[in-house]
């Protein structure tokens, strides 16, 4: 097989007999699909198929152009219990309503007597790698003599990590933290001495109050740094408009386009403000210089004396990921050698609004032990009272902010924000420096795509200016324009033209140089270090590469390409689940919102081909693959781009889906039944 034509070389042995290759999955296509509503509910697939492993057959022409593109607009709903019992008497408290104004039930045992049988998550030795790949529950379930529901060999994974689980009688795993008192009613259990030595470990953190979302929400929440920067900025712009010369009737005057500063005046009017001189106090203190720096001398860089170095050389970094990004995931990526981790990209808008989706995007686990926080926005107006809020909301749990000037969408780009920053780089320089003034210590780093259009790169103009004029603590630089999106390989070689124009700049004015890292095509060991090599830069931001193969940060780390068995894999599913439950909840609602998330998840890493299997190695992320079959059963199923496959693997661990549940994956071509 020629290992030019963009098609995977997969040994004979292993290749199956068809007309057609499986099509590959178009990142262009569904790049821009993650709808805001992605973030809330699940959802599962009407199309079952017993067919396991990668789609074959040969299809008609109206067969190939329905599996063309991307699902948009795609919708998910919360799957609840029938009889929904109230939070407080699920946790053993009293609820302030009473029975009988609460408009859930009070009736724990009527509940229990409706509640749908526990779950329970297997060992992955109690699956076999042959047909039927699924675990034998009826040989595992001991259920209670009283209340059938409850399975009293199953195990919590909240409580089996904190010692408590904060669902009570609603979780889906009841048995495992639960007693009969002498009365014989069902007590609740929990573990005070595990509670106690893991109010650290396990933990989240990031939570935002009700008081200052409703402040947020009200347009009562105080932005002193904000407010004082947003004025400089007016009064700059007043000076600069009053000094031009005014034309009179007989004078044609010629002037280059002005930069739109959208300098939002209504954002300089809020009530509850600190005044001026409060203002400066604090700007002083958390910039090291005053607050009239830049209206005094605008042509001289802005100096952050107290922000803090990130020293991030040789550590391995996971991207800011829209939906599949979401903290379980992080924290796989975490547990496979994953050093520096960001959350998914928040609007500023939405942070401003007090949208408690938005600010759900901030939290972190304990085990994220370099973490920061990812915002879009096109104005200072917005960006630097979020970076503020942030800063006041967050200090402590946060280690950085970082800027988006990367996402190509369209409903983002249209908007101004994104990558339409690279066209604007005087309002981006302003936005930088507010944001550093408003985050205080707290460094801001920046993602940077090599340019918008095609032809037209200007990432090795922006990128000196970034690090040495508007105090970025970091640079990350896709080597690709936001037209290009994924129809050609990241240019490398830019990269490198980038990162000597920065260290040069640097080297010119004396400044400590801060970590630069590359991104785009990274699918292994080798495709790391040789571009870690090859450009010069700190190191590389992983994306694609590592929602295929989480683990290959731990090939990174290793310096190997990891031959992993399909039972390897299906170890990490089985922990996905586990951290899923610990974050999205162990009732109905959480089950059901972890198995969609797992299976956004697998309709990845489905695209990995064992390197077992390939005639050359390192395998390359933009080749398609033939149709093949595993090294055994398991293997082929977890290459099955059939998302009714996807769904059958969740139920491995996380029990039947609902009837009522649904999945639409995000390519048309993997919600369609298999052809032969």
């Not at 407080?88 to 009988?100: K, L, P, T």
């Not at 470990?201 to 009200?218: A, T």
């Amino acid at each position: 097989m020629d290992h030019s034509s963009g098609t995977a070389s997969v040994k004979a042995e292993y290749l199956l007999p068809v007309n057609d290759a499986v099509s590959a999955p178009d990142d262009d296509a569904t790049e821009g699909i993650t709808a805001r509503s992605d973030r809330e509910g699940d959802a599962r697939g009407d199309n079952r198929s017993s067919r396991s492993g990668p789609m074959r057959g040969k299809l008609t022409k109206e067969q190939k152009k329905a599996q063309r593109g991307a699902n948009k607009g795609r919708r998910f709903g919360k799957v609840r219990d029938e009889l929904d019992l109230c939070w407080r008497v699920a946790n053993d408290s009293n609820c302030e309503y009473g029975a009988e104004q609460c408009k859930f039930s009070h009736d724990i045992a009527a509940y229990l007597a409706e509640k749908q049988q526990d779950l329970r998550i297997p060992d992955t030795y109690e699956i076999p790698d042959a047909q039927p790949i699924a675990p034998d529950f009826t040989k595992l379930t001991q259920p209670h003599s009283k209340y059938p529901s409850i399975d009293l060999n199953t195990t919590c994974p909240i409580y089996a990590e904190t010692g408590e689980c904060r669902y009570g009688f609603k979780c889906r795993y009841l048995g495992g933290h639960f007693q009969t008192d002498t009365s014989g009613n069902l007590v609740l259990v929990k573990d005070q001495e595990k509670k106690a030595s893991t109010a650290v470990s396990s933990r989240e953190l990031n939570f935002i109050g009700g008081d200052v979302q409703k402040q947020l929400r009200s347009k009562k929440y105080p932005f002193p740094v904000a407010d004082a920067y947003l004025r400089e900025l007016q009064q700059q712009n007043d000076a600069e408009t009053s000094s031009k010369p005014k034309a009179d009737e007989e004078s044609v005057v010629l002037t280059e386009p002005e930069q739109n500063m959208e300098v939002d005046t209504m954002a300089l009017e809020k009530p509850a403000r600190a005044t001026l001189s409060a203002s400066e106090e604090l700007i002083e203190k958390r910039t090291g210089g005053s607050s009239a720096l830049m209206s005094d001398t605008p042509d001289v860089p802005v100096r952050f004396a107290e922000k803090k170095r990130l020293h991030w050389s040789g550590k391995t970094y996971l991207a800011p990921l829209t939906t599949v990004g979401n903290l379980p995931f992080r924290q796989l990526c975490v547990k496979y050698g994953a050093d520096i981790t960001c959350g998914e990209m928040g609007l500023a808008n939405s942070f401003l609004a007090g949208s408690k989706e938005e600010w759900s995007l901030v939290r972190r686990h304990p085990s994220e032990k370099i973490f920061g926080v990812q915002v879009a926005g096109n104005k200072p107006s917005t960006l630097v009272p979020t970076a503020e809020v942030i800063a006041k909301e967050l200090a402590g749990n946060i280690d950085f902010v970082d800027l988006n000037c990367g996402c190509p969408i369209d409903l983002v780009f249209k908007s101004g924000s994104g990558s339409a920053l690279l066209d604007t780089p005087g309002k981006l320089g302003k936005i930088l420096i507010g944001m550093n003034k408003a985050l205080g210590e707290i460094p801001v780093t920046v993602k940077l795509r090599t340019g918008v259009k095609d032809g037209k790169n200007t990432a090795h103009k922006t990128m000196p200016k970034a690090a040495a004029e508007w105090g970025a603590g970091c640079i990350t630089l896709h080597g690709r324009t936001r037209q290009q999106r994924y129809t050609r390989l990241a240019d490398w070689d830019y990269i490198k033209e980038c990162v000597e124009a920065v260290r040069a700049r640097e080297a010119e004015e004396d400044l400590p140089p801060i970590p630069i890292f590359g991104g785009g095509d990274c699918y292994s060991s080798q495709d790391y270090w040789s571009n870690v090599e090859k450009a010069n830069v700190d190191g590389v931001m992983l994306g694609r590469g590592a929602l295929i193969k989480p683990w290959l940060f731990t090939e990174v780390k290793e310096r190997r390409e990891w031959d992993i068995s399909a039972r390897e894999r299906l170890d990490l599913v089985k922990t996905y689940a586990e951290y899923g439950i610990n974050h999205f909840g162990s009732d109905t609602a959480g089950v059901n919102t972890t198995r969609r998330y797992l299976c956004e998840a697998l309709s990845f890493q489905y695209r990995y081909i064992p390197i077992g299997l390939l005639e050359r190695l390192p395998a390359r992320i933009n080749d398609r693959a033939p149709a093949f079959r595993g090294r055994n059963e398991l293997e082929t199923l977890l290459a099955s781009g059939n998302s009714s496959d996807w769904i059958k693997i969740s139920e491995m661990f996380l029990g039947p889906a609902p009837e009522s549940w649904t999945f639409t994956p995000k390519h048309k071509s993997n919600a369609v039944e298999s052809q032969g």
